[in-house]
Structure formats: structure tokens, C-alpha cells
T-cell receptor, first 110, second 115 residues
Framework: SQKIEQNSEALNIQEGKTATLTCNYT??????LQWYRQDPGRGPVFLLL?????KEKRKERLKVTFDTTLKQSLFHITASQPADSATYLC?????????FGQGTELSVKP | NAGVMQNPRHLVRRRGQEARLRCSPM?????VYWYRQLPEEGLKFMVY????????ESGMPKERFSAEFPKEGPSILRIQQVVRGDSAAYFC?????????????FGPGTRLTVL
């Protein structure tokens, strides 16, 4: 069956460092992969979408890569700030609906 | 432009009662999706609707759960005879198209507690 996995352990980093989050998937060949941010008690907020023919996508301090051979996406936040602390979700699109990973909690310490 | 609205934000029900969750999509959006987030778990797709039609309900439990998105008014997720295991956060999202390359806009969620 289709599976999407993200680092289950929380990621703790120092302010100013680069945070790297991993999303791996199996038994699936998505054309699109999306990343969302979720703060406690709130709904997810869309961050970036990357297509299968795009190796890399950037938006301000965010960068996403998509390796369809490895079946993996990496999500980077450069020059991280305490305000970046949140749970980050990767999601694959299928028939319009989103299939989410379980999320990785990021904590940026000042 | 108001975002996706959900109400109520918090809902407490006793076992056996009915829960009705409402979702008003963003203006101009005709595609609505419902997701459930159990404590310490990820978001799970439940149902995808487009005005008056259910497109995909593969994630919806076969019994007690139903969803609708009428021509006029909000989308409704209805849970009959609630059980403690239904306690979760229920999120609604909307998009202007149902294509895979469209981002979805999420509401703040309804937190259902079953006593």
C-alpha cells in the first residue's frame, strides 16, 4: 500500500542554522508533492508545491527538492528563526485529495 | 476575502449523540475536502465533494459518517451515534479546482470531544 514517511522524531536546531526535513514515499508515483506548515491548534498552511519534473523549488528562505528516483523530498529552511517552530507536513496529491505524512515537529532555539 | 470557515470550533457530545460540523469554503471555491486528525497522528483524508456531488469518499468510515455540500450553504460532515474514538480534530479544506497541482486552503478545524 502507499506510504509516506517523515522523520518521526522532533528536530531541534539553533537559530540561524539550516533545518532539513525528509519525506519518503513508497508504492506511489506522484506528479506533485506539497509541503504545509501546521501550528498547534490550527489548520495546515500551504508553503510550496513541486512538480515531478522540477528538481528544486525555492521561496524566500525555503527550498524543496524532489527526487523521483529515490522517492524522496527534502525541505530546507535556511537561516532558521524561532518563529519557524511548527510541524511541517509533506503531502502527495492523488485524484485531488492530499495524502499526508505524519509530520515533523521543528523547534528552533534562540 | 475570508478564508475557509468552520464551526463550531469546539464541540462536545455524549456517546450516542449526533455531531454536525460545518464548513464554508473560500469564496469562489467549489471543491471541499474533509480530513481528520487523531491525537498524535497525521491528517487523514475522509471525503472530497464538489457542489452537490461526492467525488471521493474512500476515507470515510462506512457507517455513521456522511457528508454533503449542497448547492447553497456550507458543507456538512455528520457523525451519527458518536463514540469516544470519534474524538479528533476535523479539518475542512477548499480549492478552486480539483486538480493535483492545486494547493488547498484549510480552515481552523473543529475539535470534537466525545464524553
Amino acid at each position: 500500500s502507499q506510504k509516506i514517511e517523515q522523520n518521526s522524531e522532533a528536530l531541534n536546531i539553533q537559530e540561524g542554522k539550516t533545518a532539513t526535513l525528509t519525506c519518503n514515499y513508497t508504492n506511489y508515483s506522484p506528479a506533485y508533492l506539497q509541503w504545509y506548515r501546521q501550528d498547534p491548534g490550527r489548520g495546515p498552511v500551504f508553503l510550496l508545491l513541486i512538480r515531478e519534473n522540477e528538481k528544486e523549488k525555492r521561496k524566500e528562505r525555503l527550498k524543496v527538492t524532489f527526487d523521483t528516483t529515490l522517492k524522496q523530498s527534502l525541505f530546507h529552511i535556511t537561516a532558521s528563526q524561532p518563529a519557524d517552530s511548527a510541524t511541517y507536513l509533506c503531502a502527495l496529491s492523488q485524484g485531488g485529495k492530499l495524502i499526508f505524512g505524519q509530520g515533523t515537529e521543528l523547534s528552533v532555539k534562540p | 476575502n475570508a478564508g475557509v470557515m468552520q464551526n463550531p470550533r469546539h464541540l462536545v457530545r455524549r456517546r450516542g449523540q449526533e455531531a454536525r460540523l460545518r464548513c464554508s469554503p473560500m469564496k469562489g471555491h467549489s471543491h471541499v475536502y474533509w480530513y481528520r486528525q487523531l491525537p498524535e497522528e497525521g491528517l487523514k483524508f475522509m471525503v472530497y465533494l464538489q457542489k452537490e456531488n461526492i467525488i471521493d469518499e474512500s476515507g470515510m468510515p462506512k457507517e455513521r459518517f456522511s457528508a454533503e455540500f449542497p448547492k447553497e450553504g456550507p458543507s456538512i460532515l455528520r457523525i451519527q451515534q458518536v463514540v469516544r474514538g470519534d474524538s479528533a480534530a476535523y479539518f475542512c479544506a477548499s480549492s478552486n479546482q480539483g486538480a493535483n497541482h492545486n494547493e488547498q486552503f484549510f480552515g481552523p478545524g473543529t475539535r470534537l470531544t466525545v464524553l
